[in-house]
């Protein structure tokens, strides 16, 4: 990279009140609460990529609060108050979004949400029943609606699934564009005053008077050839940027033990496909399976399947944004034998983001230190956690 200009040290590059690690939706979400409360703040957020690179923008779409069996199974080994917290919270994020962007602006479609059953999990009639009913009786102080999750398993020939026994039905649930709700935020908190720079990642911090020095490196471009003579000044190795700012927010999500290596984190691969158009899909709306960990959805006529990293947990935990075949062949044989039996299509795209899990689902929102904050492990509800994780953040810093 050139050496810096007066002007962009004195602009880009100039003192901050706050600096948010990461663009991704926590990262846009605080800007957004923290201009809210603060509009004289001055705000910069610092992106390592070109577009955010953890799982804003590689999910599968999803506006969902958790499917029946996976709230039962939180229940178990969270406990229940736990539990009903973390709904409440993804619910109430979700109302959040809503308010804030139109439909159309994040392609929103509140088409409802399934749960499938197989018949191979061989449930009780009468304890899904009796799980259902303490759900909704649960739930409905939280949502105001007396029953949300109910059988439909009157659908299940509708749809075309095969090998499944039940449907649980949740009307509440929709879906949206991640990539459109991204840049939606990303306009927003722009238009507030806030700056994103993208490409420059934080190598390291340390605290000084008033605030934390950190040290940024950006992504130098690459240069065009030079047929002779010594190698421009732009080919010297990238130097380092400080930049100071008197409150840093970590918002990386999966990748914020680079920043802060006590944090009880995680990384965790979530691999997706996207099948051609089909004529006549039988079926529109967000579908859950296993606990949620599998999910698939409409995306107009196309399906979109993402998950299955229960089937190698161990080979899912790393950073490496790929797609293998252990998962990507589970995924093909779920959509083959179960959502599109007889039916012709091909695999038209594949993708993976990385998630951030740990030995809690309840994400990480607090004070490191006096200056140092942090917001993340999302646990792979992003989409709906992402507003209020920011919003508790935003008012915990001064």
């Given at each position: 990279?050139a050496?810096?200009?007066?002007?962009?040290?004195?602009?880009y590059?100039?003192?901050r009140?706050?600096?948010?690690?990461?663009?991704?939706?926590?990262?846009?979400?605080?800007?957004?609460?923290?201009?809210?409360?603060?509009?004289?703040?001055?705000?910069?957020?610092?992106?390592?990529?070109?577009?955010?690179?953890?799982?804003?923008?590689?999910?599968?779409?999803?506006?969902?609060?958790?499917?029946?069996?996976?709230?039962?199974?939180?229940?178990?080994?969270?406990?229940?108050?736990?539990?009903?917290?973390?709904?409440?919270?993804?619910?109430?994020?979700?109302?959040?979004?809503?308010?804030?962007?139109?439909?159309?602006?994040?392609?929103y479609?509140?088409?409802?949400?399934?749960?499938?059953?197989?018949?191979?999990?061989?449930?009780?009639?009468?304890?899904?029943?009796?799980?259902?009913?303490?759900?909704?009786?649960?739930?409905?102080?939280?949502t105001?609606?007396?029953?949300?999750?109910?059988?439909h398993?009157?659908?299940?020939?509708?749809?075309g699934?095969?090998?499944?026994?039940h449907?649980?039905?949740?009307?509440l649930?929709?879906?949206?564009?991640?990539?459109?709700?991204?840049?939606?935020?990303?306009?927003?908190?722009?238009?507030?005053?806030?700056?994103?720079?993208?490409?420059?990642?934080?190598?390291?911090?340390?605290k000084?008077a008033d605030?934390?020095?950190?040290?940024t490196?950006?992504?130098?471009?690459?240069?065009?050839?030079?047929?002779?003579?010594?190698?421009?000044?732009?080919?010297?190795?990238?130097?380092?940027?400080?930049?100071?700012?008197?409150?840093?927010?970590?918002?990386?999500?999966?990748?914020a033990?680079?920043?802060?290596?006590?944090?009880?984190?995680?990384?965790?691969?979530?691999?997706?496909?996207?099948?051609?158009?089909i004529?006549?899909?039988?079926?529109?709306?967000?579908?859950h399976?296993?606990?949620?960990?599998?999910?698939?959805?409409?995306?107009?006529d196309?399906?979109?399947?993402?998950?299955?990293?229960?089937k190698?947990?161990?080979?899912?935990?790393?950073?490496?944004?790929?797609?293998?075949?252990?998962?990507?062949q589970?995924l093909?044989?779920?959509?083959?034998?179960?959502?599109?039996?007889?039916?012709?299509?091909?695999?038209?795209?594949?993708?993976?983001?990385?998630?951030?899990?740990g030995?809690?689902?309840?994400?990480?929102?607090?004070?490191?230190?006096?200056?140092?904050?942090?917001?993340?492990?999302?646990?792979?509800?992003?989409?709906?956690?992402?507003?209020?994780?920011?919003?508790?953040?935003?008012?915990?810093?001064?």
């Amino acid at each position: 990279m050139a050496d810096l200009s007066v002007w962009e040290k004195e602009s880009y590059f100039a003192p901050r009140d706050i600096v948010i690690a990461g663009s991704g939706l926590v990262g846009l979400w605080s800007a957004y609460f923290l201009k809210k409360r603060h509009p004289a703040l001055s705000i910069a957020i610092l992106e390592r990529g070109i577009i955010p690179s953890g799982a804003s923008t590689r999910n599968a779409g999803f506006a969902c609060f958790g499917s029946a069996t996976e709230l039962i199974a939180d229940t178990m080994n969270l406990g229940e108050d736990p539990m009903l917290e973390l709904v409440e919270m993804r619910y109430k994020g979700l109302k959040k979004i809503r308010k804030i962007f139109g439909a159309k602006t994040i392609a929103y479609e509140k088409q409802g949400g399934y749960e499938l059953i197989a018949e191979e999990q061989g449930t009780d009639m009468d304890i899904l029943r009796g799980n259902i009913d303490r759900l909704n009786r649960k739930l409905k102080k939280i949502t105001g609606h007396a029953k949300i999750f109910r059988l439909h398993d009157d659908k299940i020939k509708e749809f075309g699934f095969a090998g499944i026994r039940h449907l649980i039905e949740n009307p509440l649930e929709g879906q949206l564009h991640s990539g459109q709700l991204s840049l939606a935020l990303l306009k927003e908190v722009q238009s507030m005053g806030v700056l994103v720079l993208n490409n420059i990642s934080i190598d390291h911090f340390e605290k000084v008077a008033d605030g934390i020095l950190l040290q940024t490196t950006p992504s130098a471009a690459p240069s065009a050839p030079v047929p002779s003579g010594p190698p421009p000044r732009d080919q010297r190795p990238t130097q380092t940027i400080p930049l100071f700012a008197h409150q840093l927010l970590v918002c990386t999500n999966a990748f914020a033990r680079q920043l802060l290596p006590d944090l009880d984190i995680r990384p965790a691969r979530g691999q997706v496909l996207l099948t051609s158009p089909i004529s006549n899909l039988p079926f529109k709306g967000a579908f859950h399976f296993d606990e949620g960990y599998y999910y698939f959805r409409n995306l107009g006529d196309r399906v979109l399947l993402g998950g299955a990293r229960n089937k190698d947990f161990e080979a899912e935990q790393t950073f490496e944004p790929v797609t293998t075949d252990t998962i990507q062949q589970e995924l093909e044989r779920f959509l083959q034998e179960t959502i599109l039996p007889g039916q012709t299509y091909a695999i038209e795209q594949r993708w993976s983001g990385i998630m951030g899990m740990g030995t809690e689902k309840m994400p990480i929102i607090k004070a490191v230190d006096d200056n140092l904050f942090c917001a993340v492990r999302m646990s792979g509800m992003g989409v709906a956690l992402a507003p209020v994780t920011a919003e508790k953040v935003a008012a915990l810093m001064r």
